[in-house]
C-alpha cells in the first residue's frame, strides 16, 4: 500500500491513571513519525500493531486512520478495504482481548443524504464506496466487539501540517490561485467539524466508561457541528476574512457528472445520543475560529 493511501496519525492511545486523574496520550504515525515525535506504526502490519499494544496496554485506543478520499477509494478497492475495514478489525480484537475500549472514527458518508437529520439506529446506505468500506468497517468492529464505541463525524478542518489533510482547509489554495478558474460544489451541505471539539468528546467519553463505568459508552455515536456550509459557502467565509475576491470560483448547483464517485446531498449526523448520555456536544463556531486562526498566522 502507497504512502498516499495512509492517512495520519495512524493511532491515537489514552492511557487512564484514574487514581490520579492523568491521562498520557501516546500518538503514532508512519510517514511523518520522525518529524512530530510520533511513535512510528504502521497499522497494516498486525503483529507490529499486536506488539505496540502489547507493550504499551492502553485503557483506550482512537483509531483515526481511513482512506478518507471517495475518489481515490473508488479506483482503489483492495488498499481501501486493507485500511478501512481489514485494520478496525484487527484493532477490535486487540482491544477486546485486552478490555480495552476501542473509539472507531467512522463517517457520515455511511449514509444517502436523503433525510437528515440522521440518528445512530437509522439505516445505512452509502452511495460511494468509501462510504461502503466505513460501514464495513464498522460492521467488523461489532462483530468483534459490540461494546466498542464507534463515533461517526463529518467533514473535518483544524491545524495541519499542509492545506490538503483536509477537505476543508485545502479550499484555502483554492482561494489563493487566483490563476485557475474553477467551478465549486454549492450543492451539498456539510457540516464541517473542528478536530479539537472532537478530541474532546472522545476523551469525555472515555471518562465516563472508564473512570465512572458508564456501560452506556458503547455502540454507535454521532458528533457534528451544527452550521450548514456548501464548499463554496466556506470559500465565501474564507475569502471575506481574507478579504480577497473570489470571482475565479464558480458557484456549481448541480452535481457534476464528471465527478469521480457520487456523495449524499445532506448527511447531517444528530448528537441526540451523545445529549441522552451526558456528553457535551458544544462546537466552536466556524467563522470564528477561522477568523482567529487566519488573522494570527
Given at each position: 500500500m502507497s504512502e498516499t493511501r495512509r492517512r495520519e496519525p495512524h493511532l491515537l492511545c489514552f492511557?487512564?491513571?484514574?487514581?490520579?486523574?492523568?491521562?498520557?496520550?501516546?500518538?503514532?504515525?508512519?510517514?511523518?513519525?520522525?518529524?512530530?515525535?510520533?511513535?512510528?506504526?504502521?497499522?497494516?502490519?498486525?503483529?507490529?500493531?499486536?506488539?505496540?499494544?502489547?507493550?504499551?496496554?492502553?485503557?483506550?485506543?482512537?483509531?483515526?486512520?481511513?482512506?478518507?478520499?471517495?475518489?481515490?477509494a473508488e479506483k482503489d478497492h483492495e488498499g481501501t478495504l486493507k485500511l478501512n475495514v481489514q485494520v478496525p478489525r484487527t484493532l477490535a480484537t486487540l482491544c477486546k482481548a485486552r478490555n480495552a475500549m476501542l473509539v472507531y472514527i467512522s463517517t457520515?458518508?455511511?449514509?444517502?443524504?436523503?433525510?437528515?437529520?440522521?440518528?445512530?439506529?437509522?439505516?445505512?446506505?452509502?452511495?460511494?464506496?468509501?462510504?461502503?468500506s466505513k460501514l464495513g468497517g464498522e460492521e467488523a468492529v461489532r462483530e468483534v466487539d459490540p461494546q466498542a464505541v464507534i463515533l461517526r463525524v463529518p467533514v473535518l478542518y483544524g491545524v495541519t501540517e499542509y492545506n490538503g489533510e483536509s477537505a476543508v482547509n485545502i479550499l484555502l489554495d483554492v482561494i489563493k490561485n487566483r490563476s485557475k478558474e474553477c467551478d465549486m460544489d454549492n450543492f451539498g451541505l456539510r457540516y464541517p467539524t473542528h478536530v479539537e471539539d472532537i478530541a474532546r468528546v472522545i476523551k469525555d467519553m472515555s471518562v465516563k466508561r472508564i473512570q465512572q463505568g458508564d456501560s452506556n459508552i458503547s455502540g454507535t455515536f454521532h458528533y457534528s457541528g451544527e452550521e450548514m456550509y456548501t464548499k463554496y459557502t466556506m470559500c465565501e467565509t474564507f475569502a471575506k476574512i481574507l478579504n480577497s475576491s473570489i470571482d475565479h470560483i464558480r458557484p456549481q448547483n448541480e452535481i457534476s457528472s464528471s465527478a469521480a464517485t457520487s456523495r449524499p446531498k445532506d448527511a447531517h449526523l444528530s448528537n441526540d445520543r451523545l445529549k441522552q448520555v451526558g456528553i457535551d456536544t458544544k462546537h466552536v463556531p466556524f467563522e470564528q475560529w477561522w477568523t482567529t486562526y487566519l488573522t494570527s498566522a
Open positions: 492511557f487512564l491513571e484514574t487514581y490520579i486523574h492523568v491521562y498520557t496520550v501516546v500518538g503514532t504515525a508512519l510517514s511523518r513519525a520522525d518529524k512530530t515525535g510520533l511513535v512510528k506504526l504502521d497499522l497494516t502490519d498486525s503483529q507490529a500493531v499486536e506488539t505496540f499494544i502489547q507493550d504499551h496496554n492502553p485503557d483506550v485506543v482512537v483509531h483515526c486512520a481511513a482512506e478518507r478520499r471517495p475518489d481515490v457520515d458518508y455511511v449514509f444517502d443524504g436523503t433525510s437528515p437529520p440522521y440518528q445512530v439506529d437509522d439505516k445505512p446506505n452509502p452511495l460511494n464506496f468509501y462510504g461502503k
